[in-house]
T-cell receptor, first 110, second 115 residues
Framework: DQQVKQNSPSLSVQEGRISILNCDYTNSMFDYFLWYKKYPAEGPTFLISISSIKDKNEDGRFTVFLNKSAKHLSLHIVPSQPGDSAVYFCAASHADKLIFGTGTRLQVFP | SAVISQKPSRDICQRGTSLTIQCQVDSQVTMMFWYRQQPGQSLTLIATANQGSEATYESGFVIDKFPISRPNLTFSTLTVSNMSPEDSSIYLC????????????FGPGTRLTVT
């Protein structure tokens, strides 16, 4: 039972344009949502999070949107840069545990 | 924040043997976790490493297969026992410092190949 799903395994975006990564979840008990970025041969690094009581959180080029009624969150990266090329995982938190999605590989090309 | 190191970074092991992975955090942390990432898959939580007591395992993971120790607030080990090729994965340690809501810091991972 995959409680957190990222239905797009990959995304390719031109430099300077917007990257939108999507995530769906099934458990309404999740209280925090997080995005992590992972480069090859490295552990995931935290990017941005959002509480379930909010619908938007912004940090520089990164904005996360939460639609609780649809059980959907998205990560917007504007403008996209080649250094953003990585695998992005969304994660949901409940009872001090994180449940991760399967990841979306983002490639930003010049 | 926290900086996490893991040893070894990678290993190739024979079927039936065991490997112990070490995880060191540069500061005292409240919680430590062990994850597995199988090829092409998501990160799956194996267990929460509890300081001074037995680890708390997730469904599908048992102590006999994945014994975990956490002798203090900065160090933990995960042993993968009686390995089979299905255990070939990346094993990641993470820590929660309590600084911000549920943000966990991850080590670089240990890439295990079982032949």
């Amino acid at each position: 039972d995959q409680q957190v799903k990222q239905n797009s395994p990959s995304l390719s975006v031109q430099e300077g344009r917007i990257s939108i990564l999507n995530c769906d979840y099934t458990n309404s008990m999740f209280d925090y949502f997080l995005w992590y970025k992972k480069y090859p041969a490295e552990g995931p690094t935290f990017l941005i999070s959002i509480s379930s009581i909010k619908d938007k959180n912004e940090d520089g080029r990164f904005t996360v949107f939460l639609n609780k009624s649809a059980k959907h969150l998205s990560l917007h990266i504007v403008p996209s840069q080649p250094g953003d090329s990585a695998v992005y995982f969304c994660a949901a938190s409940h009872a001090d545990k994180l449940i991760f999605g399967t990841g979306t590989r983002l490639q930003v090309f010049p | 924040s926290a900086v996490i190191s893991q040893k070894p970074s990678r290993d190739i092991c024979q079927r039936g043997t065991s490997l112990t992975i070490q995880c060191q955090v540069d500061s005292q942390v409240t919680m430590m976790f062990w994850y597995r990432q199988q090829p092409g898959q998501s990160l799956t939580l194996i267990a929460t490493a509890n300081q001074g007591s037995e680890a708390t395992y997730e469904s599908g993971f048992v102590i006999d297969k994945f014994p975990i120790s956490r002798p203090n607030l900065t160090f933990s080990t995960l042993t993968v026992s009686n390995m089979s090729p299905e255990d070939s994965s990346i094993y990641l340690c993470s820590a929660y410092t309590g600084d911000s809501a549920y943000e966990q810091y991850f080590g670089p991972g240990t890439r295990l190949t079982v032949t």
